[in-house]
């Protein structure tokens, strides 16, 4: 049953009953639990409080963490505040959302720091919840990707999708392929430096996420989007091949084109392919999706298939089932953009990516359903809707605009299940990206991503029919989280549209 409720929550949950008052929280409040999610919790009350809760205690406690898997469905909580806090969790999952809930509550007032009292209970409407950054085009270190994962995953959003490779850079250390970062690495957009993760920094990436329940799904983007690849290994690659947009966007952005065996340093794209008929094409990705797939525990492994404006349709088609079916072959779900959807073989269970507009344009629906038709499923992230790399307002310092203005509301007000005609139960759910043309600093990322990201979270979080999810509700609930990204760091953009709270 939703119930009523007027609790500064996003995303909404699926009920929730305001009680009146506060639970005081001071030093003296004790934790019992043994997830990890009680530790998470304290540390999370003393930076936003500076009050270090009390973790010693083996009996009754104020605050109990628990895990009941009859208590839910997957990842779901419930959340009783009264005299004590108490959160069951259907998994250890649950119970971190449940600790993000309980956070989003804590406020202080005249009196000091308390919680407000409510009982909850949630669960998400959608099993993938995502958001993807792109740490090609500007190079974003570890420490910077675990702020991210931090600052996201509160969202309860729990995938990341890594876009590691693309014209301007490769990101990722492949032992069989050691050019690959020797030689390709160094550059980035503009000329920014560049970088890579070593696989013992990948690995520590993987780890941080899962302790914050959020899947990394790594990205190799292919078969075009290889510019990079041909810097290390010409042989790979075609000769770059020009197009108008291309040639017109460099001279309007004042960027050099592209040059065989040589840094990119410009945002065009379309001119880069691999050798589709050379089968040291095909070594070459299955040498780097095997590395890629031994130090991934997630099912999935990304393989790009966008804008591929210089490859033949034929060899294009050719490619996604090629590459597809080598992705399965080392056990792993084949994720590709909604293009690889052309493909009349690809693998089955393949799961696509539609990141076409809210208005399929061109042959993007018949693309994306076709992934539907082979067994798999998608993953909506409708560009003029998601994209978090798009500008706010046309004066806006950050962002593009190719997708659209994507103020707040735009980024809320749309539904992924009315997009494409497929079944509802293909759409695994929902992704935003953020792609990092115009963002050299994780300060500038958070600017492009932070409100919006939280919009997508509900989108892909709670319930369709529930009494708040609405725009009127969301911008309240959603300016009360000020100060709570303010006391954790988050550079969020203070968008007009948000009435934002101080306190």
Do not use: C
Not at 33 to 49: F, K, M, N, W, Y
Not at 106 to 111: I, M, N, Q, T, V
Not at 155 to 169: T, V, Y
Not at 349 to 378: C, D, N
């Amino acid at each position: 049953m939703v119930l009523p409720h007027s609790l500064p929550l996003v995303p909404a949950p699926v009920s929730a009953l305001a009680r009146e008052g506060r639970m005081p929280v001071t030093a003296t409040t004790r934790v019992l639990g043994s997830s990890p999610a009680a530790a998470q919790l304290i540390d999370a009350v003393e930076r936003r409080t500076g009050i270090r809760l009390d973790s010693t205690v083996d009996g009754p406690a104020e605050i109990e963490l628990f895990i009941d898997p009859d208590s839910s469905a997957a990842e779901g909580y419930t959340l009783e505040i009264g005299d004590r806090a108490i959160i069951i969790g259907a998994d250890e999952a649950g119970l971190f959302y449940g600790v993000q809930t309980l956070l989003q509550l804590l406020r202080e007032d005249d009196a000091g720091w308390g919680l407000l009292r409510a009982d909850i209970a949630d669960s998400p409407r959608f099993p993938r919840r995502g958001v993807m950054l792109d740490v090609t085009r500007h190079f974003f270190g570890v420490d910077d990707v675990k702020t991210f994962i931090d600052s996201t995953s509160a969202l309860k959003l729990n995938h990341l999708h890594l876009h590691l490779s693309d014209d301007q850079g490769w990101r990722v250390q492949i032992d069989s392929w050691p050019l690959l970062t020797e030689r390709a690495a160094a550059s980035a957009a503009d000329g920014a430096p560049g970088g890579f993760y070593t696989k013992d920094h990948y690995r520590e990436i993987v780890a941080y996420a899962a302790a914050r329940h959020m899947i990394v799904i790594p990205e190799i983007d292919l078969p075009g989007h290889t510019h990079a690849i041909g810097v290390a290994y010409p042989e790979l690659v075609e000769a770059p091949v020009m197009n108008d947009a291309l040639i017109a966007d460099s001279k309007r952005l004042g960027q050099p084109l592209p040059v065989a065996g040589e840094p990119y340093l410009g945002w065009g794209v379309g001119h880069s392919s691999v050798r589709i008929h050379s089968e040291r094409t095909y070594e070459f990705v299955r040498d780097v999706v095997r590395e890629l797939a031994e130090m991934t525990p997630g099912p999935y492994i990304h393989i790009g298939g966008d804008e591929s404006l210089g490859t033949p349709q034929a060899d294009f088609d050719l490619f996604a089932e090629r590459a597809t079916a080598i992705v399965v072959e080392m056990g792993k779900v084949p994720v590709a953009w909604h293009e690889m959807g052309s493909a009349a073989a690809i693998a089955e269970g393949a799961i696509g990516q539609y990141w076409g507009k809210t208005t399929p344009e061109g042959a993007h629906a018949e693309e994306a359903a076709h992934f539907v038709e082979r067994g798999g499923a998608l993953i909506m992230s409708a560009a003029n809707a998601t994209y978090l790399d798009m500008k706010y307002s046309e004066d806006f310092p950050l962002g593009l605009t190719w997708a659209g203005i994507i103020d707040v509301r735009t980024a809320y007000e749309w539904e992924p299940t009315a997009v494409l005609d497929v079944p509802e139960s293909a759409i695994l759910g929902v992704e935003a990206p953020l792609w990092s043309e115009t963002t050299r600093t994780l300060d500038e990322v958070e600017q492009l991503v932070f409100p919006r990201v939280a919009a997508q979270a509900e989108v892909a979080w709670s319930p369709r029919e529930s009494p708040e999810r609405g725009w009127e509700s969301f911008r309240v609930r959603l300016g009360s989280l000020a100060p709570l990204w303010k006391a954790e760091g988050v550079d969020f953009h203070p968008a007009d549209e948000i009435p934002w709270s101080t306190r």
